[in-house]
C-alpha cells in the first residue's frame, strides 16, 4: 500500500533545499543543497540525494552522499562562508549524469558526474571558455545557482546569475548582474567548454532598474536559475528580488523571447486572497529556490520553507499547481503536497506538516539570527543535527514550539467525510482554568469545530473530543489557543 506524501515531503529531520526534481526511469530524484539543523549559514552540508517511485511519492529513499566538498579542488578551507550551494543535475549524450553546482569562495560552476543518478559523483572540472579561462574569471557578473537544459535537439544550455546587491560575503568582489540571468551554450562532448562566444548573452529576464516599467517590475530576477520545456515551451524558473517568491517567464526559445508569467508559489502564501504581504504571511517567510516539473500527468512546484527560527534550516516541500489557458496560477502551501489529493480523515499527523504558522503578530521576513520566541509558534527539533551517515536516526520528530495564545497552526487538506473523533497530543503548560484548543476549518474566525479543554502536561498528554458530522472530502484544520497557555504540539489524531 502506497504511503500519503506530506510537506515537507522528506523525514523531518532533513534539511534538503534548493531542490531540482528531474526523473529517471520510474522514479523522481532531488539535487539540492545541504543546511544542518540550526545551522549558523546555508549549505554546510554535502550534497545527498533522495527518490522516489512515481507510483508512490510518498516514500523517499535516501541514498547517502553523493558529492563531498573537499573532492572539488578549489574547495577553500573555510567551509561555514563557502558552502555548496543550489546545484542541477542533467543527463549526458553518453548516458552519464552530470551535477553543476557553485561553491563559495571560487566565483566559478563546477561539474561533477557520475554513471548513476544517485551514486558517488567524481570532480569532472569547471565550466570554461575555449581558451580554458572558467566562466567568472573574466570580471563577469557573480555566476551563481546554475540551472541546465539538455534540449531535445540535443543542445545543453547553463543558465547563471545573481542579482543581490547586498550580501559581500557572498559576492566576494564580484558585482551583482544588472541585466539579469546569463545563459552560456556548453559543448556536449566534454560538457564543461561554452561554445557560444566570448561575449555574455543575457536571457531578458529584467532585473533592478531594467525591469522598472516592464512586466517584470514587481518580480525582477533575484536568483536561482531553473529551465524546464513542456509541450515545446520554455519556462525559466526564478526567485525574484523579494527572495520568498517563485516566479517565471515562458518564451519559444530557450535563449531569449522571455515574456513574465507570474508567481508559481511564495513561502509564505503571499499574494493569495487575504495574504498582502510578509507581515501577513502564512508561515514567516525566507528565501526560495525550486523548479517546475510534470509527474503522473499533474504539474508540482518544488519549494522550500523555514524552520527553527531562522533561514537556514530549510526544508523540502513541494505542491500541486494548476495550468489553465496557458499560465500557471500561483500555488498553494499545503500538507498534502504530493499526495495527489486530500490525506484521509482517519490516522495520525505529526504536526510538522503544519502549512501554516503564524503568532497573533503576524510573521516576519527571517534572518540568519534566531528571531525571539515572543508569540509566535514555530517548528523545531530537539538536540542536534541528525546525520544518518553516522547512523540509524531514531530522534523524535519535528514539532510546533510555542503554540501559545492567539496563535494559529494550520494543515491542509483532509477528506473528513467519515472522521468521528480528533486527539491532540501536547506538551507544556495551561495558564489559565479556560485553557483550550480550538479547531475550525476556516482561518480567522471561522466557525468553532470543536473545543478541547487542556490542561498542564510536563510529559506529552493526549486530549480528545466529538467532532460533528456534516463535513467535506477537502477541508483545513486550523488550531489555536484560548486562553492562557504555552505548549509543544506534538501530533493530532483523526479517528
Same mark, same amino acid.
Given at each position: 500500500m502506497n504511503k500519503q506524501a506530506f510537506n515537507p515531503y522528506l523525514p523531518s529531520w532533513e534539511y534538503v533545499p534548493d531542490a531540482e526534481p528531474h526523473v529517471v526511469g520510474n522514479r523522481v530524484y532531488i539535487y539540492g543543497s545541504h543546511d544542518l539543523f540550526n545551522g549558523i549559514n546555508f549549505c554546510l552540508g554535502d550534497y545527498v540525494c533522495w527518490s522516489a517511485p512515481l507510483d508512490d511519492l510518498g516514500n523517499w529513499t535516501y541514498h547517502g552522499v553523493i558529492f563531498k566538498r573537499e573532492q572539488d579542488p578549489a574547495a577553500p578551507k573555510i567551509r561555514v562562508t563557502n558552502g555548496l550551494a543550489a546545484p542541477d543535475m542533467v543527463v549526458g549524450p553518453d548516458g552519464?549524469?552530470?551535477?553543476?553546482?557553485?561553491?563559495?569562495?571560487?566565483?566559478?560552476?563546477?561539474?561533477?558526474?557520475?554513471?548513476e543518478p544517485a551514486g558517488k559523483y567524481e570532480f569532472l572540472g569547471y565550466v570554461h571558455y575555449k581558451d580554458g579561462t572558467p566562466i567568472g574569471k573574466r570580471n563577469e557578473p557573480f555566476q551563481f545557482d546554475p540551472g541546465c537544459l539538455m534540449d531535445e535537439d540535443g543542445r545543453l544550455y547553463l543558465y547563471t546569475g545573481f542579482a543581490f546587491g547586498g550580501n559581500p560575503i557572498l559576492l566576494d568582489g564580484s558585482q551583482p548582474t544588472k541585466e539579469g540571468p546569463m545563459w552560456f551554450e556548453l559543448d556536449t562532448s566534454d560538457m564543461l567548454t561554452v561554445i557560444s562566444g566570448d561575449e555574455l548573452h543575457y536571457l531578458g529576464v529584467k532585473t533592478g532598474e531594467?525591469?522598472?516599467?516592464?512586466?517584470?517590475?514587481? /518580480?525582477?530576477?533575484?536568483?536561482?536559475?531553473?529551465?524546464?520545456?513542456?509541450?515545446?515551451?520554455?519556462?525559466?524558473?526564478?526567485?525574484?528580488?523579494?527572495?520568498?517568491?517563485?516566479?517565471?517567464?515562458?518564451?519559444?526559445?530557450?535563449?531569449g523571447g522571455f515574456e513574465f508569467g507570474g508567481v508559481l508559489v511564495s513561502c509564505g502564501d503571499i499574494g493569495l486572497e487575504g495574504v498582502p504581504d510578509v507581515q501577513h504571511a502564512r508561515m514567516c517567510t525566507g528565501n526560495t529556490h525550486g523548479s517546475l516539473i510534470r509527474l503522473n500527468g499533474k504539474y508540482y512546484i518544488f519549494y522550500h520553507?523555514?524552520?527553527?527560527?531562522? /533561514?537556514?534550516?530549510?526544508?523540502?516541500?513541494?505542491?500541486?499547481? /494548476?495550468?489553465?489557458?496557458?499560465?500557471?496560477?500561483?500555488?498553494?502551501?499545503?500538507?498534502?503536497?504530493?499526495?495527489g489529493g486530500p490525506l484521509a480523515g482517519v490516522g495520525k499527523y505529526p504536526a510538522y506538516i503544519a502549512c501554516n504558522v503564524y503568532g497573533r503578530n503576524g510573521t516576519r521576513f527571517l534572518s540568519?539570527?534566531?528571531?525571539?520566541?515572543?508569540?509566535d509558534p514555530f517548528l523545531t527539533m530537539k538536540g542536534t543535527d541528525r546525520d544518518p551517515e553516522k547512523g540509524p536516526v531514531n530522534e523524535p520528530d519535528q514539532y510546533v514550539s510555542n503554540f501559545c495564545t492567539g496563535c494559529t497552526v494550520?494543515?491542509?487538506?483532509?477528506?473528513?467525510?467519515?472522521?468521528?473523533?480528533?486527539?491532540? =497530543?501536547? /506538551?507544556?503548560?495551561?495558564?489559565?482554568?479556560?485553557?483550550?484548543? =480550538?479547531?475550525? =476549518?476556516?482561518?480567522?474566525?471561522?466557525?468553532?469545530?470543536?473545543?478541547?479543554?487542556?490542561? =498542564?502536561?510536563?510529559?506529552?498528554?493526549?486530549?480528545?473530543?466529538?467532532?460533528?458530522?456534516?463535513?467535506?472530502?477537502?477541508?483545513?484544520?486550523?488550531?489555536?489557543?484560548?486562553g492562557k497557555g504555552t505548549f509543544d504540539f506534538v501530533d493530532f489524531e483523526l479517528k
Amino acid at each position: 500500500m502506497n504511503k500519503q506524501a506530506f510537506n515537507p515531503y522528506l523525514p523531518s529531520w532533513e534539511y534538503v533545499p534548493d531542490a531540482e526534481p528531474h526523473v529517471v526511469g520510474n522514479r523522481v530524484y532531488i539535487y539540492g543543497s545541504h543546511d544542518l539543523f540550526n545551522g549558523i549559514n546555508f549549505c554546510l552540508g554535502d550534497y545527498v540525494c533522495w527518490s522516489a517511485p512515481l507510483d508512490d511519492l510518498g516514500n523517499w529513499t535516501y541514498h547517502g552522499v553523493i558529492f563531498k566538498r573537499e573532492q572539488d579542488p578549489a574547495a577553500p578551507k573555510i567551509r561555514v562562508t563557502n558552502g555548496l550551494a543550489a546545484p542541477d543535475m542533467v543527463v549526458g549524450p553518453d548516458g552519464k549524469y552530470y551535477l553543476y553546482y557553485f561553491m563559495g569562495g571560487t566565483k566559478m560552476i563546477s561539474v561533477a558526474v557520475c554513471d548513476e543518478p544517485a551514486g558517488k559523483y567524481e570532480f569532472l572540472g569547471y565550466v570554461h571558455y575555449k581558451d580554458g579561462t572558467p566562466i567568472g574569471k573574466r570580471n563577469e557578473p557573480f555566476q551563481f545557482d546554475p540551472g541546465c537544459l539538455m534540449d531535445e535537439d540535443g543542445r545543453l544550455y547553463l543558465y547563471t546569475g545573481f542579482a543581490f546587491g547586498g550580501n559581500p560575503i557572498l559576492l566576494d568582489g564580484s558585482q551583482p548582474t544588472k541585466e539579469g540571468p546569463m545563459w552560456f551554450e556548453l559543448d556536449t562532448s566534454d560538457m564543461l567548454t561554452v561554445i557560444s562566444g566570448d561575449e555574455l548573452h543575457y536571457l531578458g529576464v529584467k532585473t533592478g532598474e531594467a525591469a522598472k516599467g516592464t512586466p517584470y517590475e514587481a /518580480q525582477p530576477f533575484g536568483e536561482a536559475s531553473s529551465m524546464r520545456k513542456f509541450d515545446g515551451k520554455y519556462y525559466f524558473i526564478y526567485s525574484s528580488l523579494n527572495s520568498h517568491n517563485l516566479c517565471y517567464a515562458v518564451s519559444d526559445s530557450p535563449t531569449g523571447g522571455f515574456e513574465f508569467g507570474g508567481v508559481l508559489v511564495s513561502c509564505g502564501d503571499i499574494g493569495l486572497e487575504g495574504v498582502p504581504d510578509v507581515q501577513h504571511a502564512r508561515m514567516c517567510t525566507g528565501n526560495t529556490h525550486g523548479s517546475l516539473i510534470r509527474l503522473n500527468g499533474k504539474y508540482y512546484i518544488f519549494y522550500h520553507r523555514h524552520s527553527n527560527r531562522k /533561514q537556514s534550516s530549510r526544508q523540502a516541500c513541494a505542491d500541486e499547481i /494548476q495550468f489553465v489557458n496557458g499560465k500557471f496560477l500561483q500555488a498553494e502551501m499545503t500538507s498534502c503536497g504530493l499526495n495527489g489529493g486530500p490525506l484521509a480523515g482517519v490516522g495520525k499527523y505529526p504536526a510538522y506538516i503544519a502549512c501554516n504558522v503564524y503568532g497573533r503578530n503576524g510573521t516576519r521576513f527571517l534572518s540568519m539570527l534566531k528571531h525571539p520566541k515572543g508569540a509566535d509558534p514555530f517548528l523545531t527539533m530537539k538536540g542536534t543535527d541528525r546525520d544518518p551517515e553516522k547512523g540509524p536516526v531514531n530522534e523524535p520528530d519535528q514539532y510546533v514550539s510555542n503554540f501559545c495564545t492567539g496563535c494559529t497552526v494550520g494543515f491542509k487538506y483532509f477528506d473528513l467525510r467519515n472522521t468521528k473523533k480528533l486527539a491532540v =497530543t501536547l /506538551q507544556g503548560y495551561a495558564n489559565s482554568p479556560d485553557c483550550a484548543v =480550538t479547531v475550525r =476549518t476556516k482561518e480567522h474566525g471561522g466557525d468553532l469545530l470543536c473545543k478541547l479543554p487542556v490542561i =498542564t502536561c510536563t510529559k506529552a498528554q493526549t486530549f480528545e473530543t466529538d467532532l460533528p458530522g456534516g463535513l467535506g472530502d477537502k477541508e483545513a484544520l486550523y488550531f489555536s489557543i484560548e486562553g492562557k497557555g504555552t505548549f509543544d504540539f506534538v501530533d493530532f489524531e483523526l479517528k
